[in-house]
T-cell receptor
Framework: DGGITQSPKYLFRKEGQNVTLSCEQN?????MYWYRQDPGQGLRLIYY???????QKGDIAEGYSVSREKKESFPLTVTSAQKNPTAFYLC??????????????FGDGTRLSIL | GIQVEQSPPDLILQEGANSTLRCNFS?????LQWFHQNPWGQLINLFY???GTKQNGRLSATTVATERYSLLYISSSQTTDSGVYFC??????????????FGKGTLLTVNP
């Protein structure tokens, strides 16, 4: 089945440690996104990528890094510079073929906690 | 940036009741989506509706783009409808086309 796979579902980080969250899609979508959700809040955009080897900062990019080496993959690294990383992280993707804004489809998320 | 306000913030219903959720936004948009987040955190697409009206079973949505609001209707609610309903929009034009801005959501609880 086509979809977006995020792994792991749960992740624990020690102080000073970098961790990487995986996001893979087999929908042949051009654009991919990372969002952060805090308890009782909506989602906020961290980074997005419209094409391979290119990505843009979202509203809360500080303390995060991404790469887009393959169309189907968009991993997110939470660095030690992110002082409050405990949150629910959601990855999304959408098409982009000279068409107006297209709907985004989401993975099931990764819950990150500090040890 | 664009502002998205959802109302009500919380809603409690008895099974079988109908409800209307509202989303107001502060600028012209070319993407508006309604999502349902279930208790496990999964974000489920309900509607992609930058304008007009759509229906899917017991759910329907209407967006009046010129007046900058959207409504989500839930009829004959069921306990499985419980969760948080989010409205998200993206600005029209410019390089920010793809940046969805989310409202804070409406927490719906449907009691048996």
């Amino acid at each position: 089945d086509g979809g977006i796979t995020q792994s792991p579902k749960y992740l624990f980080r020690k102080e000073g440690q970098n961790v990487t969250l995986s996001c893979e899609q087999n929908l042949n979508h051009d654009a991919m996104y990372w969002y952060r959700q805090d308890p009782g809040q909506g989602l906020r955009l961290i980074y997005y990528s419209q094409i391979v080897n290119d990505f843009q900062k979202g509203d809360i990019a500080e303390g995060y890094s991404v790469s887009r080496e393959k169309k189907e993959s968009f991993p997110l690294t939470v660095t030690s510079a992110q002082k409050n990383p405990t949150a629910f992280y959601l990855c999304a993707s959408s098409t982009w073929d000279r068409a107006p804004n297209q709907p985004q489809h989401f993975g099931d998320g990764t819950r990150l906690s500090i040890l | 940036g664009i502002q998205v306000e959802q109302s009500p913030p919380d809603l409690i219903l008895q099974e079988g009741a109908n409800s209307t959720l509202r989303c107001n936004f502060s600028d012209s948009v070319n993407n508006l989506q309604w999502f349902h987040q279930n208790p496990w955190g999964q974000l489920i697409n309900l509607f992609y509706i930058p304008s007009g009206t759509k229906q899917n079973g017991r759910l329907s949505a209407t967006t009046v783009a010129t007046e900058r609001y959207s409504l989500l209707y839930i009829s004959s609610s069921q306990t499985t409808d419980s969760g948080v309903y989010f409205c998200a929009v993206a600005l029209q034009g410019g390089g920010s086309n793809y940046k969805l801005t989310f409202g804070k959501g409406t927490l719906l609880t449907v009691n048996p």
